[in-house]
């Protein structure tokens, strides 16, 4: 299994990951969030890089060996698909937000055969919208679509209750609750703050801040 802590660590310690309760970013939702999480930083650190590409590997490995193809979401995805993919020698196909708009138009790159098992690698899960049309996208393809594999999710019960729905099981290399514990234990955020973060997981859509 993956060390969650350890992966939050290394998170934390080149702020692909940044924690702001009193000063809370603006998603492009229009929600208000202590936590901005850029994990594309994390390319430009060659050892954390290729840490996190093992411990997906790992996790990949572990609970879904049965994976044909590896399937990399636009845009965020495609490198640790194609990294994790080049490492368990497994065919690899990325799968664009919509069709192109010149040439092929294709929306899936790569290629695919119906019946393909296939494993979906996505960066960071929120509500898992984005993840999940990806998916129906695949399935739209002829793929089994097997799961889905992230390096960071917030744990939104939203999220959750969508990846149920559509029957797809999902896991993250570390997660919202392992970040929050870690950066209370290392004083990066206030223990009297904790609370807030947790509050803001809870209903995030109207959370307004401390």
Known sequence: MTN?????????????????????????????SPIYCDNRKVLSFPY????????????????FPEADVLAGVATAG??????AADQLKLPYIYVRPKPKEHGLGNQIEGNLEKG????????????????????????AAGAEVIGMVSIFTYGFEIADNAFKAANIPYQSLTNY??????????????????????????DPANWKGI
């Open 48 to 63: 954390i890089r290729d840490f996190i590409k093992s411990e997906m590997c790992s996790v990949i490995f572990e609970k």
């Open 4 to 32: 969650e802590k350890a992966v939050a660590e290394k998170l934390l310690q080149i702020n692909a990951i940044k924690l702001s309760p009193q000063e809370p970013f603006t998603w492009a939702s229009g929600w208000k």
């Open 177 to 202: 609750q392992t970040l929050i514990d870690l950066a209370v234990e290392k004083g990066i955020v206030a223990a009297e703050e904790q609370n807030t973060l947790l509050n803001w997981r809870a």
């Open 116 to 139: 393909q098992k296939v494993l979906v690698i996505e960066d960071l899960i929120s509500t898992g919208k984005s993840s999940l049309q990806v998916c129906d996208v695949l399935k």
């Open 78 to 83: 495609i490198a640790w698909g194609a990294m």
